[in-house]
């Protein structure tokens, strides 16, 4: 099993820079992800239908995919608990001042490595910088991070 974080998660679905990287990756192996990286997900296809990059046709299929994909058991959505967030406020407590860590990165960050994860992929240049500080590994098949 790999861990997506929401940056490669969304390019399962939408043609963006690396998504075929990421899509042969995903073909290798399940994907796992924090239970928050679904809406995540839901929530950037919402932003390309409110910039108008997709229309609502294609929005209404994007959902309907992920959903179908769900369903199936495409992703296993790994819940958050207590010490998730006890993990989060450890790191946060020894976070050197110069790491930008956002909440929503921290919480994949610390649901990977509770998880057992050794890596965890994202095109996210903030999460992949703070990955070691949880324990793993940030990887990125794209190449160029966001």
């Known amino acids: 099993m790999i861990y997506f974080d929401t940056s490669y998660l969304v390019r399962l679905y939408y043609e ?8 042969s990756l995903a073909a ?5 992800c924090a239970s ?5 997900m839901i929530a950037a296809f919402h932003r ?4 108008r990059a997709i229309r609502p046709a294609a929005y209404t299929a994007l959902l309907g995919q992920v959903r ?14 207590p010490e998730i967030f006890a993990r989060i406020v450890k790191v946060y407590a020894k976070l050197p001042a110069s790491v930008y860590l956002r909440a929503a990165d921290a ?7 509770e998880a057992g994860f050794q890596f965890v992929y994202s095109n996210d240049a903030h999460l992949l910088a703070a990955a070691t500080h ?6 990125n098949v794209i190449g160029r991070t966001s």
């Open 16 to 23: 963006d820079v690396g998504a075929a990287a990421v899509r």
């Open 28 to 32: 290798t192996d399940n994907i796992a």
């Open 36 to 40: 928050h990286g679904h809406v995540e």
């Open 48 to 51: 390309k239908l409110r910039e």
């Open 68 to 81: 179908a994909h769900d369903e199936a058991g495409a992703f296993q959505w790994l819940a958050q608990g």
């Open 107 to 113: 919480i994949h960050l610390a649901t990977a490595a």
């Open 134 to 139: 949880f324990g793993i590994e940030g990887r």
